[in-house]
């Protein structure tokens, strides 16, 4: 448990430290400030859609794998627990 404590702590001493977290792509932030600056707002509205885009679909995909292994495994405990309870019936 101390262990993840630690890591918890080197993670977001990482995430609080790091200036290039509010770093922009210089193609991006341009086209935004352009559209910006003549009232459109088309560009802005597909760019923050993609940056959800981005956002969502890799913990979607872990989220997937964590159901499926969770579902395996218990499928494989019932098969072991209903093997186990056989046993007990044949030794009795």
């Known amino acids: 448990m101390k262990k993840y404590g630690i890591l918890l702590l080197v993670v977001l001493l990482c995430v609080l430290t790091s200036e290039s977290v509010l770093a922009q792509c210089a193609m991006c932030k341009g086209a935004v400030e ?4 003549t009232g459109k707002n088309v560009i802005g509205n ?47």
């Open 34 to 37: 352009t559209n910006m600056s």
């Open 46 to 92: 597909g760019i923050n859609f993609g940056i959800a885009y981005l956002f969502v679909f890799p913990y979607l995909t872990v989220g997937v794998i964590a159901y499926l292994w969770y579902r395996n495994s218990r499928k494989a405990l019932e098969q072991k627990m209903a093997l186990q309870a056989r046993m007990r019936e044949v030794l009795k």
